[in-house]
């Protein structure tokens, strides 16, 4: 059996009103009919997301994909009035869920400018390491937010056309 896995940025999914969130119910739904289709689309078993700002968005998102959905959430990242957070939709049920803030031992965030002396001992907005049992094989995935605002090149859509870059 062939397990497709993905990923897929929300970018700020909020429920109006919310200063992040789409400006009406109309662009909204809207929304949440686009994702829906690129899901639609990927057609995955398990997709993990970033940018989940209001869970009760997330489960009416699982909802317009239809079709069952185990989901799942990390807490938000903490300190910021823009709390979001990465999230997994699965079709397997989950069998683990473990929000993970914490670097490994041995392992320090690097970032550019940093001193030796740095030491970031944990992720800002959690990453959430879930486990789903197919086939009686145990698969673990790790969900996380990655950053690079430093770029400037447009990145695709899932149809090939480039959406502008960020200003």
């Known amino acids: 059996m062939v397990i497709r896995i993905g990923t897929w940025n929300l970018e700020n999914l909020f429920k109006p009103p919310n200063p992040f969130a789409p400006k009406t119910e109309e662009e909204y739904q809207a929304k949440l009919d686009a994702l829906a289709r690129a899901i639609t689309r990927m ?54 869920f473990d929000p993970v803030a914490a670097f490994p031992d041995k392992l320090r965030a690097i970032q550019q400018g940093d001193k030796p002396a740095d030491n970031t001992a944990a992720m800002g907005r959690p990453a959430l390491h879930v486990r789903v049992r197919v086939q009686d094989t145990d698969i673990h995935l790790v969900g996380v937010a990655t950053f690079d605002l430093s770029s400037s090149t447009p990145y695709p859509t899932l149809d090939g056309a480039p959406c502008p870059a960020r200003g």
């Open 43 to 96: 057609d995955p078993h398990v997709l993990a997301v970033q940018e989940v700002g209001d869970p009760v968005a997330f489960g009416e998102l699982a909802d317009r994909v239809g079709g069952t959905w185990h989901i799942e959430t990390a807490a938000p990242e903490t300190g910021t009035a823009h709390a979001i957070r990465v999230g997994v939709l699965s079709r397997p049920p989950l069998t683990t």
